[in-house]
Structure formats: C-alpha cells, structure tokens
Antibody, heavy 119, light 108 residues
C-alpha cells in the first residue's frame, strides 16, 4: 500500500525557518518525481514545488521561489522542504504528493502537516 | 500559467439529486484534466484523470467529460458521503500545475 506521511509542521515566527519531511513507502520511491502542495486555511490548493527522481530538476512556484528548497534522500525514502524567510501568507497545510500513474496528476497524497507563521 | 476557473463556488443540493460541476481552462489543456474530492480535515482524493477516467475505487456515479477548455464533473445521484469540496487541476502545461478554486457541494 502506498503511504506518504508528512511531518515537521508547527508554529514559527515571521522570518523564521522550518523543515518539512515526507516519509514514503509502498512504492519504489527512487524512481518517481515528488511534489509539495499547500492549502491556506479555508482556501484552495496551490502546487509549490517539484523534484525529479534523481534530484536533477526542481521547480518552484513564484510565491516560494528563492525561499523554499525541495530535496530528497532516496536511501531514506524521504522528501523534504526547507522553508526559509517564512511569511504570514505561508501559513497552510503542506502536503507531499506524487504521480505514480500514467501522467502528472496527483494520485497519492500525504495527510498534510500544518505550518503556522505568526508572531 | 494556465488559469483554472470553477463554477459555481457553492452548490446546495439534496441527496439523490444529479449534480454538475464546471471547470474552465484559460487555454486548451487537451484532456489533461483531473478532479479531486476533499472533505474537511482530509487530503484531496483523486476522482478523475484524463478528463473522464475514474481513479481506482471511485464509484460509478462520478463521471467526467470535456476537452480543450471546458470540463464537467457529474455526480449521478448524490450520496451523503459526496458532500465535499471538488477541485479541478490541469497537468497539460507545467510548471506550474494549477487548480481551480473549488466548488463546495453542501446539503440543501
């Protein structure tokens, strides 16, 4: 069974940093691209970052470019999101998500981890 | 960036009714369109991909149609478990992958 378990969220002050993790199991992690998608309270879904299976390519949404860094450790079946210079508007539930299917739709999601940026 | 627009924002319906949700793309996405269902406190769940293919385990009352810029998700006979927010998402032209703002299906 495919499982993605998100962790690392919490309360952080504006300007602070936080590192999120996603533990993957039930599929050959090292062969699949991974993503982070977030959802602000009461709002819709926003894709924020993508990384290829070999970490050769990363993409970021404009809203986080230059502040967030996606990475992965294929030996540990883990995905990470390093978030720096956090702003109030980064407050959201963060989901890791992947596409194991035939194309790039998100067929598997983590349960999400809440990041609250507030003083 | 492709903008996805869903309508209406909210639908108030009674159990057993047939429901149609709309999604429009700002430019053609061919059939690279997915629909997700999200209930409070839960992660989104993939319902439909390729505009019309049901994901594994999705009941037959859910159907998707459309191509290019106009898409619909139809729920044939609304069950109590179907009250949720529904999102469309394009994966034709990325990055970024873009979602609609969602349609909330609520009990009338």
């Amino acid at each position: 069974e495919v499982q993605l378990v998100d962790s690392g969220g919490g309360l952080v002050q504006p300007g602070g940093s936080l590192r999120l993790s996603c533990a993957a199991s039930g599929f050959i992690f090292r062969t699949y691209s991974m993503n982070w998608v977030r959802q602000a309270p009461g709002k819709g879904l926003e894709w924020i970052s993508y990384i290829t299976s070999s970490s050769s390519t990363m993409y970021y949404a404009d809203s986080v470019k230059g502040r967030f860094t996606i990475s992965r450790d294929n030996a540990k079946n883990s995905l990470y999101l390093q978030m720096n210079s956090l702003r109030d508007e980064d407050t959201a539930v963060y989901y890791c998500a992947t596409f194991l299917g035939s194309s790039s739709y998100f067929d598997y999601w983590g349960q999400g981890t809440l990041v609250t940026v507030s003083s | 960036e492709i903008l996805m627009t869903q309508s209406p924002a909210t639908l108030s319906v009674s159990p057993g009714e047939r429901v149609t949700l709309s999604c429009r793309a700002s430019q053609s996405v061919s059939s690279d369109l997915a629909w997700y269902q999200q209930k409070p406190g839960q992660a989104p769940r993939l319902l439909i991909y390729g505009a019309s293919t049901r994901a594994t385990g999705v009941p037959g009352r859910f159907s998707g149609s459309g191509s290019g810029t106009e898409f619909t998700l139809t729920i044939g006979s609304l069950q109590s478990d179907d009250f949720a927010v529904y999102y469309c998402q394009q994966y034709n032209n990325w990055p970024p992958w873009t979602f609609g703002q969602g349609t909330k299906v609520e009990i009338k």
